[in-house]
C-alpha cells in the first residue's frame, strides 16, 4: 500500500536550480498525490534530492518508473541480465553489474544527447563517496537560452547541433580524435521542454562538436560562446554528495559536470535513466 503523504518539503538549494525533497522515505511506495507534487518540483527546480535515504535498486526502479520506461544500459554486456536498467558510476571495479570507470574532472554534457530519443531523467545514488571532490556541477539551460543576446537567439532558432560521444576513447573530455562510428545525432540548439514549454539552450563542451548550416569557423566559435555563457557559476548549482543522497535531474533543460577527485578512494553512484521523447 502507498505510504500516504499529506505534503512535502521542498526547500530552494541555490538561485541557479534545484530543490531539497523533504519528509519522503523512497524505500517505501508513494501515493499518486505525493509523487505529482515531487514531479511538479522537480520542473520547477530541474534537480531534486531526497537525503538520507536507505533504497535498494528496486526502490530506485518503483520510484523511476512513474516518470515512465526506463532506459537499458547501452554500454557493453550486462554484467546482469536482471538489473538492464542499473550501472554503476563508479572507480570501483568488483561490483557485478555494469559500471562506468570514473577518475578525474569531467566536463559538461547531456546525458545521451547524441542519440535520437535522450533520456529525460537521470537519477544517481550515492552509495561510496570521496572525502573531498567528486562533487556534480548542474546548469541551468532555461537561463543560459533565456539570456543570450537577441541577436544571437534569432540566428540560433530553429538551427541544429551536431552532437557525438566517443565513450571509449574521450569519455571525460573531448579529444581531438574522435571515433567517425560513435553514436551521433543532431537535435535544435533550443530545445523546448514539453511540460514546461520553456526553451532550453541544448549544446554542451563534452558532447556538441559543431552546429549544422554555419562555417566551420563561425560554429567553432558561436560554440564556445555557448559553453562559456551556459557554464557561468550564476547558472550553477554545485551538489556536495553524501551518502544517501537520491538525485534526480531534468536531462532535458540542465547539463552537469563532475569535479576531480582522489583516484584512491571509492566512489559509487547507482544510475538509472527514464527514457525520453523526440527533441523538438
Known amino acids: 500500500m ?10 530552494p538549494l541555490s538561485d541557479a536550480l534545484g530543490a531539497e525533497i523533504l519528509g519522503v522515505d523512497l524505500s517505501q511506495p508513494v501515493d499518486a498525490a505525493t509523487m505529482k507534487a515531487i514531479e511538479d518540483a522537480w520542473h520547477e527546480h530541474l534537480f531534486i534530492v531526497f537525503r538520507g535515504q536507505d533504497i535498494s535498486n528496486d526502490d530506485q526502479v518503483r520510484f523511476c518508473s512513474y516518470f515512465g520506461d526506463l532506459e537499458e544500459v547501452r554500454t557493453g554486456k550486462f554484467a546482469n541480465e536482471d538489473m538492464k536498467h542499473t550501472m554503476m558510476i563508479t572507480n570501483v571495479t568488483d561490483t557485478g553489474l555494469q559500471t562506468a570507470l570514473e577518475n578525474g574532472d569531467m566536463w559538461f554534457h547531456s546525458d545521451q544527447c547524441y542519440y535520437e530519443y535522450p533520456c529525460k531523467a537521470s537519477t544517481l545514488y550515492a552509495i561510496e ?28 532558432d530553429g538551427l541544429k547541433g551536431h552532437h557525438i560521444y566517443d565513450y571509449a576513447g ?21 530545445r523546448t521542454h514539453p511540460a514546461t514549454g520553456r526553451k532550453a539552450l541544448y549544446v554542451n ?32 548549482y554545485e551538489h556536495v554528495w553524501q551518502v544517501g543522497d537520491f538525485v534526480m535531474w531534468d536531462n532535458r533543460c540542465s547539463m552537469h559536470a563532475r569535479t576531480d577527485f582522489d583516484p584512491a578512494e571509492r566512489r559509487m553512484m547507482r544510475r538509472i535513466t527514464v527514457k525520453g521523447e523526440a527533441v523538438v
Not at 2 to 11: C, Q, R, S, Y
Not at 134 to 155: D, H, I, Q, V
Not at 212 to 224: H, T, V, Y
Open 205 to 236: 563542451r563534452l558532447m556538441t562538436d559543431y552546429i549544422d548550416g554555419l562555417p566551420e569557423d563561425e560554429s567553432a566559435e558561436i560554440l564556445e560562446q555557448l559553453f562559456a555563457h551556459g557554464e557561468q557559476k550564476e547558472f550553477v
Open 170 to 190: 574521450n569519455p571525460m573530455k573531448r579529444g581531438d580524435n574522435i571515433n567517425p562510428d560513435s553514436p551521433q545525432y543532431f537535435h535544435p540548439v533550443a
Open 129 to 156: 563517496i570521496p572525502s573531498v571532490g567528486g562533487n556534480t556541477l548542474f546548469a541551468n539551460c532555461y537561463t543560459a537560452w533565456e539570456t543570450l543576446p537577441t541577436e544571437l537567439r534569432e540566428k540560433l
Open 2 to 11: 502507498a505510504t500516504a503523504l499529506a505534503e512535502i518539503t521542498v526547500k
